[in-house]
Structures are given as C-alpha cells and as structure tokens.
C-alpha cells in the first residue's frame, strides 16, 4: 500500500504562514482526489481542502480565502499554503487519498478515504 508521508508543520504566531507538504511516490498524480484533513485534541478529524485529478478544489468554509491546496503531478507533491495562520488553525494535519473517489471528493468525508499520512503538528500562537 502507498505511504503518505507530510512535512512542514512548526509553530508559528497569529497572521503568519506554512507550508505543507504530502508525497508519495505515484500515488499523488494517479488518485482521483487528494486532500488536506485536520484534528485538534478532543475534536473530530475535519476536512480542509481536496483536489481532485482534474483540478476542481473545495474548501472548508473556516479556511477559505487563506489556505490553497495544490499538486504538483510530475513531484508527486500535494501541498497546503496556510497564510493568515489563526489559533484555531492549530491541530494535527493529515494528508489522504483515496484513488477511486471522484464525484464525492468535495464532501471532505474523512470516511471516504483510504490512505493516510501519519500527520504534521501545526500550533499558532496567539
């Protein structure tokens, strides 16, 4: 099975900016939808942002305007830009992929996927 693997988490304070990274060897370029997920301590894990194979994105209402999803096919890249870093911002971030997912990719259902990263932290202070 492919491994996701995620990278660029840190700390950072209010209004600042990070960049995730999610790769996998062939498996970013050949899954129908790839997306971004989070969890913060005692809370359910949240879609944040998916895009499917043939460029549509969709975002959770709480990061639109700041976060942008993107892929890079030919690095087998997923990426996360988070600008306008706010507290609640913090939480575990997850990357997935789920190769047969096509006209439910939007709904951000974490039940929808099958392959997961094992997470980077991000925590923004206030």
């Known amino acids: 099975q492919a491994q996701l693997v995620e990278s660029g988490g840190g700390s950072v304070q209010a209004g600042g900016s990070l960049r995730l990274s999610c790769t996998a060897s062939?498996?970013?370029?050949?899954?129908?939808?790839v997306a971004w997920f989070r969890q913060a301590p005692g809370k359910e894990r949240e879609g944040v942002a998916a895009i499917r194979s043939d460029g549509r994105t969709t975002y959770a209402d709480s990061v639109k305007g700041r976060f942008t999803i993107s892929k890079d096919n030919a690095k087998n890249t997923l990426a996360l830009q988070m600008n306008s870093l706010k507290p609640e911002d913090t939480a575990m971030y997850y990357c997935?992929?789920?190769?047969?997912?096509?006209?439910?990719?939007?709904?951000?259902?974490?039940?929808?996927?099958?392959?997961w990263g094992q997470g980077t932290q991000v925590t923004v202070s206030s």
């Open positions: 997935a992929a789920e190769p047969s997912l096509w006209v439910g990719c939007g709904e951000l259902n974490a039940k929808s996927f099958g392959t």
């Open positions: 062939g498996y970013i370029y050949s899954s129908n939808c």
